[in-house]
Nanobody, 124 residues
Framework: QVQLVESGGGLVQAGGSLRLSCAAS????????VGWFRQAPGKEREFVAA????????NYADSVKGRFTISRDNAKNTAYLQMNSLKPEDTAVYCC?????????????????WGQGTQVTVSS
């Protein structure tokens, strides 16, 4: 079992930045791909970014390319989502998820473990 806890959310003005963290416990995150997903009120959950378990391959939703960066620090058992140039439409609950020996899938059903999420609110 892998437990995931997100942190770093908050309220920020449009154009600002936040860095989300996804801390893992229970098992080393080294063997897991990590994905970030978000869900806004009244909308479907959507893929944001993912990083593979090996070689650090990444994948981004078109809506965040060039603004968000996913990374991982295996020594700290933590993954990150650096979010720059934030827009009001980025407002959502952001969750991280882990997939054993996974790649950079955008599909939520390929991830076995999920955190509870952290709220990101971007004001205009």
């Amino acid at each position: 079992q892998v437990q995931l806890v997100e942190s770093g959310g908050g309220l920020v003005q449009a154009g600002g930045s936040l860095r989300l963290s996804c801390a893992a416990s229970g098992r080393t995150l080294t063997n897991y791909a990590v994905g970030w997903f978000r869900q806004a009120p009244g909308k479907e959950r959507e893929f944001v970014a993912a990083i593979s378990w090996r070689a650090g391959g990444t994948n981004y939703a078109d809506s965040v390319k060039g603004r968000f960066t996913i990374s991982r620090d295996n020594a700290k058992n933590t993954a990150y989502l650096q979010m720059n140039s934030l827009k009001p439409e980025d407002t959502a609950v952001y969750c991280c998820a882990a997939a054993p020996f996974g790649s950079t899938s955008y599909r939520p059903d390929e991830y076995d473990y999920w955190g509870q999420g952290t709220q990101v609110t971007v004001s205009s």
